[in-house]
């Protein structure tokens, strides 16, 4: 079992910066890391995955202005988001995976006001 807990959510002006933070509970360096997002009435969706290699992967809306890292010593991985949209506003959940498992955050909620 891994726990996720998700911080760094917040309520931002269009072109502002925000910095998500997901910690577990245990050792992710055997683990795939993503961030995803949900908006009210659509699907949950990919923004970033960084792989147990380090290979990155984004989805072509937040390509240029978001970065997802990994930081194996502290169990945590990341989401700067720059430039921010309106569009951008979602519940973000932080998933870790393996071919064998997956685990969810409870999401952070991240508002962009135009």
């Known amino acids: 079992q891994v726990q996720l807990v998700e911080s760094g959510g917040g309520l931002v002006q269009t072109g502002g910066s925000l910095r998500l933070s997901c910690a577990a509970s245990?050792?992710?360096?055997?683990?795939?890391m993503g961030w995803y997002r949900q908006a009210p009435g659509k699907q949950r969706e990919m923004v970033a995955t960084?792989?147990?290699?380090?290979?990155?992967d984004y989805n072509d809306s937040v390509k240029g202005r978001f970065t997802i890292s990994r930081d194996n010593a502290k169990n945590s991985v990341y989401l700067q988001m720059n430039s921010l949209k309106p569009e951008d506003t979602a519940l973000y959940f932080c998933?870790?995976?393996?071919?064998?498992?997956?685990?969810w955050g409870q999401g952070t909620q991240v508002a962009v006001s135009s």
């Open positions: 998933k870790a995976y393996s071919y064998m498992n997956f685990y």
């Open positions: 960084v792989t147990r290699g380090g290979n990155t």
């Open positions: 245990r050792s992710i360096v055997s683990m795939h």
